[in-house]
């Protein structure tokens, strides 16, 4: 079974600064990814996906992420960030070859975002 | 617009009590999931139906209940057996399961509270 590692549960950043969010996973091939974000009290948005192709991806919100395989990882990036960027962030792997998605996503813990300003 | 509408967004239930989550989906999405929100837990899937009238357990499955009569809906009873239900629950859909790469659509939650 796959699984899903966010090694920080808080970060602050000051407003303007880069950002960095780490996301391991543990699958045995090459696993879907995802970013989500969660403003307080709301559902779940996609930020970006890795299905194939490039290991650089690029999402929503000025955000982008890496695939790593050698060292499964899929850390999100953010050259500068916004007050608004302030919310929690979910890494999410999901199974390839059984239907996909079949029994769903499993998530990571999340990182709370915090912005200083 | 297509999307994922649940609700109430907010519910109050006395210990004892059963409640149902209304989800409500007109994406066309064959598959749906019921997540569970607790603080610094992640989510965690109680139940997934990928089909009608199918439905399969999700990890903590315990104390819910869930039905798919239809193909836009997927409501989850919490049952008084549930120990601990205050919680943000989540629900989500996605295509289906033969070109389905696992993307989920989520909805906006609701929140239960047990007084």
């Known amino acids: 079974a796959q699984s899903v590692t966010q090694p920080d549960i808080h970060i602050t950043v000051s407003e303007g600064a880069s950002l960095e969010l780490r996301c391991n996973y543990s699958y045995g091939a090459t696993p879907y990814l995802f970013w989500y974000v969660q403003s307080p009290g709301q559902g779940l948005q996609l930020l970006l996906k890795y299905f194939s192709g490039d290991t650089l991806v690029q999402g929503i919100k000025g955000f982008e992420a890496e695939f790593k395989r050698s060292q499964s990882s899929f850390n999100l990036r953010k050259p500068s960030v916004h007050w608004s960027d302030a919310a929690e962030y979910f890494c999410?792997?999901?199974?390839?070859?059984?239907?996909?998605?079949?029994?769903?996503?499993?998530f990571g813990k999340g990182t709370h975002l915090i912005i200083q300003p | 617009d297509g999307g994922i509408t649940q609700s109430p967004k907010y519910l109050f239930r006395k210990e004892g009590q059963n409640v149902t989550l209304s989800c409500e989906q007109n994406l066309n999405h064959d598959a749906m999931y019921w997540y569970r929100q607790d603080p610094g837990q992640g989510l965690r899937l109680i139940y997934y139906s990928q089909i009608v009238n199918d439905f399969q357990k999700g990890d903590i499955a315990e104390g819910y209940s869930v039905s798919r009569e239809k193909k836009e809906s997927f409501p989850l009873t919490v049952t008084s057996a549930q120990k601990n239900p205050t919680a943000f629950y989540l629900c989500?859909?996605?295509?289906?399961?033969?070109?389905?790469?696992?993307?989920?659509?989520f909805g906006e939650g609701s929140r239960l509270t047990v007084l």
């Open positions: 999410a792997v999901g199974a390839r070859g059984s239907g996909g998605g079949a029994d769903g996503l499993t």
């Open positions: 989500a859909s996605s295509i289906n399961r033969w070109t389905n790469t696992g993307e989920l659509f």
